[in-house]
């Protein structure tokens, strides 16, 4: 599969030349124990675009790779996020509640970047995208701060499952537990964050919490199992302060060995690529909130998709 994936990663660099971008010369020396996919030298800054417009480069890739398998799409499309820089919460609806725009191409936080890597990826054409990204933001795919799936077990992983946008295969890589917690409106009075949302108590998710988790031993035993394309979800210990469990999510990638693409605030801050089982060994270290698995999710595959599927 890799030397077919290369093939591909060259032809999208040939395509993206047409746009009038081409590969920088000089490769960045890269850590063996974070293998990079792309070609020979580190692409060059995008397309200077108006903000919330697909860079050429980034659509001419997703046409030239439309053909090939998902995972291969993915892994493909977020080579060209590589390096872009981190900043929490990038998105927002040009309002009041929060002036970001709906789309940006310079900057992710770890969900704003898997949500667009997905979106190109699944959208018959990439002129399409944009549904699928309020798809998967949005309740009904209403682009409006009350409307936004703040929260992932309670709003963004149960309403994806239910469209059909994402299966839960987790229980594919081993035996899972069952994490579980009834969340009320005293558990968000009681939370920090709280006053960060501004959402009215009315209107906040209530009910059960619950989520199928495999551990990380578990995790590092199947690393080499898990699917290219797969939504890999960090997931923490219960804390009654907290009404969340999951505090981030990459993209299993098709690589030489298990790899995992994210925007991540570790190091430099910025979309790059860590060794799997690198990484599941680092989710050991977190001690003041301990992780205690991970989650795995994966993108299902409609065909050609030009509009997204509506939650029944």
Known sequence: MLPTLVRTVSAVWLALASVGTAPASGADPVPTEHPRLRPAGSPQPLAD???GRLPPEIEAATRAVAGRPLAERITVISALLLDRPY???PL???SEADPDPLARYDTFDCLTFTEEVLALALAGDPAHAGELRLAFRYEDGEPRYERRRHFMELQWIPANL???LLKDTTGDYGPTFRMEREVTLETWKRWPARPSFQIP???LPIGLMALDVLSLDDARAAAARIRPGSLLLTVRADQ???PLWVSHVGLVIEAEQPTVRHATKMGAGKVRDHSLEWYLHHLETYKVWPAVGVAVLEP????PRLTPPRAR
């Open 162 to 164: 239910e469209a059909g």
């Open 300 to 303: 299902v595959e409609a065909g």
């Open 49 to 51: 675009v108006p903000l």
């Open 201 to 203: 108590d009315d209107e």
């Open 92 to 94: 927002g609806e040009g």
């Open 87 to 89: 900043a929490l919460d």
């Open 240 to 242: 009654p302060n907290k």
